[in-house]
């Protein structure tokens, strides 16, 4: 029988919560989906009970938390490496391709005078398959299973070491390989254009240094010119840029080895391998040559930069266009690597220049019989070069600065802001290259330290990350490949340390040659 007691309370709906974000990830990267408005709450989340409305519930639910995180966080919408994100497979491969071949390849024949043919084949072919797994790891952690992006590398070592290790760990790197890179590239840039001002008039490598301009003259065209290519706003409006880059990359690559080995052999030239020396001093020369090979593949630090520059969605991630761009570029970078590093070690051998590398060598050795275009040629596509990958390195950087901004104000950088920083940030990078110009001849050491970046941290971030099944496959290939990263560089760094100490370096302040 019916209870009509008008009195008794007529029961409430069971009502369910909401997820809402964690108060660790409030100021997280923004997530692949970039919703300006808050959706308001649809009465179905709470009231609908049947069994057949529930996934959509769910789902309801699960996206009104996501479209609230996503509220919480403008910042990415007025940083230069975030705010425009319309990038596609094509600009990756640009970028890639841009800062993945660089000044630093043409020292790779140095490495094969310690390691001969055999080793340093080896040595340079696994150092590319490691990197390209570490490359693939990073693209599949730049999305986290609840959709949060996270689009630089020192974020991602944060979220996944916690704040001060990640911290501890990757700042120094990161921003050795963002500012030293552009450090360096100004070095490169100023001493190519000397070079091409002495081809254009006529003078020979024992004239070089005749020239109206000093060294330090010439950083600062260099300089001038990528401070005013620097304007460019974000990271997507330089793909043009990195366009350009890349076929000058590749072009000088291959002209390089093409002339020294078609030139052939200089008098005096040999691959045989240097006569039996010391235990210590045999393996820090080893050690050496691994760090060379190390540091020839950078880019990493970028790698999530650049995905951050495209549009992400749950149907359409991120990291599809990105890898398939990542792997474009970086076969057409094998294609330049690998012949650089063999014909350059068949051409020079032990003759190989320890500053400059096969630059270098082609106008100390073939600078009389080679053409004087082509000798031109090679050297404007080297500025090019330089002048691009300055602007895609130094992103980071200017994203840095106006994150200072950004957060203590509240809102998007004025024009005025954004120039002066990267005028700032120009005028820093020449001093830096003035005061000390003998950076270029510790690259053994640089790649030493800079190698977790590359071959170690990307491991250890997707156990933690993903948590793969303890004692899997997975499992076991990241901490095998995480810890051997970490050992190699260790040794790598005690070697280059060894190496300065027993034989030094030309070491001279604000006199550059």
């Not at 491969?93 to 660089?102: D, E, N, V, Y």
């Not at 350059?344 to 019989?369: F, I, V």
């Not at 005028?423 to 020449?430: I, K, M, N, T, W």
């Not at 499992?475 to 060894?498: D, K």
Request: proline content about 7%; some cysteine.
């Amino acid at each position: 029988m019916a209870d009509l007691n008008p009195n008794k309370k007529t029961p409430t709906p069971t009502m369910i919560p909401i997820p809402s974000p964690s108060p660790s990830q409030f100021h997280s990267p923004s997530p692949a989906i970039n919703s300006t408005p808050m959706t308001p709450k649809s009465p179905f989340i709470t009231r609908v009970m049947t069994p057949l409305a529930s996934p959509m519930k769910k789902a309801m639910a699960s996206m009104q938390g996501y479209l609230e995180f996503t509220k919480l966080n403008p910042h990415d919408e007025w940083l230069p490496i975030t705010e425009s994100r319309n990038g596609n497979a094509f600009y990756a491969a640009f970028h890639t391709l841009s800062s993945g071949i660089g000044i630093q390849a043409l020292v790779l024949p140095l490495a094969f005078t310690a390691l001969g043919w055999v080793w340093g084949i080896i040595s340079l072919s696994t150092f590319f398959v490691w990197q390209m797994y570490t490359l693939w790891l990073l693209i599949q952690l730049h999305e986290s299973s609840s959709g949060v992006r996270y689009s630089r590398y020192l974020w991602l070592s944060m979220v996944t070491f916690g704040e001060k290790l990640g911290k501890l760990m990757t700042l120094i790197p990161t921003i050795y390989l963002s500012s030293g890179t552009c450090i360096t590239l100004v070095m490169i840039g100023g001493a190519t254009s000397k070079l091409l001002f002495n081809t254009i008039v006529g003078n020979t490598w024992e004239d070089k240094n005749d020239t109206p301009l000093t060294m330090i003259e010439w950083y600062l065209v260099f300089t001038c010119l990528a401070v005013v290519l620097s304007q460019l706003p974000n990271l997507n409006s330089i793909a043009g840029v990195s366009l350009i880059g890349a076929v000058a990359s590749v072009s000088y690559c291959t002209i390089i080895w093409m002339v020294s080995v078609i030139e052939g052999r200089p008098d005096g030239g040999s691959n045989a391998q240097p006569e039996k020396v010391s235990g210590i001093s045999r393996v820090c020369d080893i050690l050496n040559a691994l760090g060379i090979i190390a540091f020839a593949f950078r880019g990493h630090n970028l790698v999530l930069e650049i995905q951050g520059t495209m549009p992400s969605s749950l149907k359409q991630p991120s990291r599809v266009p990105m890898w398939k761009g990542v792997k474009y570029s970086y076969s057409i970078i094998a294609m330049c690597l690998f012949p650089l590093a063999i014909g350059g070690y068949w051409a020079y051998g032990n003759l190989m220049p320890t500053t400059g590398g096969m630059l270098t060598a082609l106008y100390k050795y073939h600078g009389q019989s080679t053409s004087k275009a082509i000798l031109e040629l090679t050297s404007i596509l080297v500025i090019i070069n330089c002048l691009t990958s300055f602007q895609i390195y130094a992103m980071p950087v200017f994203d840095n600065l106006e994150l200072r901004y950004v957060t203590k104000m509240n809102g998007p950088c004025p024009w005025w802001v954004r120039a002066g920083s990267r005028v700032f940030f120009g005028v820093l990078a020449f001093f830096v290259a003035v005061a000390l110009p003998f950076l270029p001849s510790l690259a053994g050491l640089i790649g030493g330290i800079a190698l977790p970046i590359t071959l170690a941290y990307p491991c250890f971030m997707w156990i933690v990350m993903k948590k793969p099944d303890q004692y899997s496959k997975m499992w076991w290939i990241n901490w095998i490949l995480g810890c051997l990263g970490m050992t190699l560089s260790a040794v790598l760094v005690f070697g280059a340390i060894w190496t300065i100490i027993t034989r030094g370096i030309e070491v001279h302040f604000f006199k550059p040659e």
